[in-house]
């Protein structure tokens, strides 16, 4: 079973993915806030992680330099998901390391077509 991380700040946004993606068979690990991630992500070992950008304290993007700086989970592809949507932020997203990028809102059909590309 594919093992998917979402990392959020928002209790609902981690609850609705987390809808989506066990009713679509994925095993599912939330993080809130981000704290804590990158052991987290090192014991859990996912094949992908949907990251929030906009959180308290560390940012998404944040997280995402450090996780493409480690090489235990440099390999892991990283979706950011979140309100920012101008091109700008979605170039930055990918530029930090990110494969790609879901606009919320979103809809479930348009989360897992991004998720089906990478694993």
């Not at 090192?42 to 996780?67: Q, S, W």
């Amino acid at each position: 079973m594919t093992r998917v991380m979402i990392i959020d700040d928002s209790t609902a946004e981690l609850k609705m993915m987390e809808s989506i993606l066990t009713s679509n068979s994925y095993n599912v690990t939330p993080i809130l806030n981000g704290v804590g991630a990158e052991e987290q992500i090192a014991t859990a070992r996912p094949d992908l992680i949907l990251l929030d950008v906009v959180m308290p304290g560390r940012n998404g993007y944040e997280i995402l330099r450090a996780l493409k700086r480690n090489p235990n989970s440099k390999d892991i592809p990283v979706i950011m998901v979140s309100s920012k949507g101008e091109d700008t932020d979605i170039a930055w997203g990918k530029r930090q390391g990110a494969v790609d990028y879901v606009t919320k809102p979103y809809t479930a059909e348009a989360v897992m077509s991004v998720i089906k590309k990478y694993v």
